[in-house]
């Protein structure tokens, strides 16, 4: 997972160096996550401020399993010229020359084995229970959890400190959307389609006052790839201004800036017999059917009766629940349409071989909550309860052209599940 340097310098890397008036200072924005195996990877960089001399200066970082180098502020790039030296200590820039009152930036990229974050989590039958323990000398500041395209408000954990932590849907704070905007460039035959670029909507930090850079990166951050493709497994985010790497040795400077810490989450499994509740966020859920586009985590708008499955189980590594109870959270918009809920039992082959009527809503329009006692009956052999959504019309439409052009499209705005039971 690479922090995006375009973006961090974008955002202001140069901000905190050149606002801070005349003291010598250094200056840093980053990320520190987990690599697993106990290995922690910081990616920062730096802004040194030289103050009201001419300075020569070295640039190091705390081992060898680490890069450095410097950075052009005209290019916002990365630039790996110069010299570079490795010493007993790590790598380093050695010597470099910094006029009164002027900025230079550089990069260090280091593999640690200490662990930022150590987390104990599991659930009861409230919801996620366990300990968060902060291993860095700041607080990591305004956290949140992201899981499944939600975050939940964790807010401050001390510094040095495990702290309690307990989740139920009232920390949900919403939904992470990514949106691809539509184009209105046609495109030629013969050229590529015209690129349009991912957009990100939600809440990533757990602040009651907005901060715009920080929630800029935080964004960003979270449309990468490796945050974005593993949001099932919960991850920690969160910001803190502990100063992880001491870039410049045997000099008393004073530091400003902060990180982005991102840090895996994994669950802890009950023990069996324990009565757990999950959250709709923490719950692995998978839709099949035409109206699902699974590419963008969306359901599709349409004009047509359509069903889709929903199929609800328990997160990694617990196996399955019994004695449960399932509720649904549905919010679709359905005027002139009959929403029918069903309960489905799939055969061996994984075919649906019956269905249970379960509720009908007519006109359905806004949020729909329904409780689904004796859940059981429901669960197929890999876990999970099984569910058939069908959107069905009122009353028969004409086969005129005309009458048909006008009828009404529907769509679901979203669907989540929580489960509740025992564990298995």
Request: hydrophobic share 35%.
């Amino acid at each position: 997972m690479l922090i995006p340097l375009g973006i961090v310098i974008a955002l202001g890397l140069y901000v905190y160096g050149e606002i801070l008036g005349d003291p010598e200072r250094l200056s840093h924005i980053g990320m520190i996550s987990d690599l697993g195996g106990g290995q922690t990877r910081i990616q920062q960089v730096f802004a040194y401020c030289s103050g009201p001399r001419d300075e020569q200066v070295t640039f190091t970082t705390n081992g060898q399993n680490a890069t450095i180098a410097n950075i052009s502020r005209s290019t916002s790039a990365v630039l790996r010229t110069g010299e570079i030296r490795t010493t007993g200590e790590g790598m380093e820039l050695p010597e470099q020359k910094v006029a009164k009152n002027d900025t230079r930036g550089f990069y260090v990229d280091q593999v640690g084995t200490f662990l930022g974050v150590v987390p104990s989590v599991t659930f009861d039958e409230k919801g996620l229970v366990g300990t968060l323990e902060n291993r860095l000398n700041e607080p990591i500041e305004n956290a949140v959890i992201l899981v499944n395209h939600r975050t939940y408000r964790v807010g401050t954990l001390p510094a040095e400190t495990k702290r309690p932590i307990r989740i139920d849907e009232d920390d949900l704070l919403g939904e992470v959307q990514f949106i691809l905007p539509e184009t209105t460039r046609k495109k030629t035959p013969g050229t590529p389609s015209p690129k349009r670029s991912i957009s990100i909507s939600g809440e990533f930090t757990s602040s009651t006052i907005p901060d715009r850079l920080r929630n800029e990166l935080l964004r960003q951050l979270v449309n990468e790839p490796g945050i974005r493709g593993a949001t099932r497994t919960p991850v920690l985010i969160g910001h803190t201004s502990a100063n992880v790497i001491d870039p410049v040795k045997r000099r008393k400077l004073e530091y400003q800036g902060w990180s982005v810490v991102v840090w895996t989450i994994p669950l802890t499994t009950p023990a069996s017999g324990t009565k757990v509740f999950i959250p709709s966020g923490f719950v692995d859920v998978n839709f099949k059917g035409s109206i699902w586009d699974f590419r963008h985590n969306q359901f599709v708008e349409t004009i047509r009766p359509n069903k889709i499955m929903v199929f609800a189980r328990p997160p990694e590594p617990i196996d399955r629940i019994e004695d449960a109870t399932v509720t649904l959270y549905i919010e679709i918009r359905a005027s002139d349409y009959r929403l029918v809920v069903r309960g489905a039992k799939l055969d061996s082959k994984g075919k649906v071989a019956s269905e249970t009527d379960i509720r009908s809503f007519e006109n359905p329009t806004g949020k729909l909550k329904l409780t689904v006692s004796d859940a059981d009956r429901f669960l197929d052999d890999n876990g999970r309860f099984v569910f058939v959504l069908y959107v069905q019309r009122l009353h028969e439409q004409e086969r005129n052209a005309k009458i048909s052009a006008g009828k009404v499209t529907w769509k679901f705005t979203s669907v989540k599940v929580d489960l509740k039971g025992t564990v298995r």
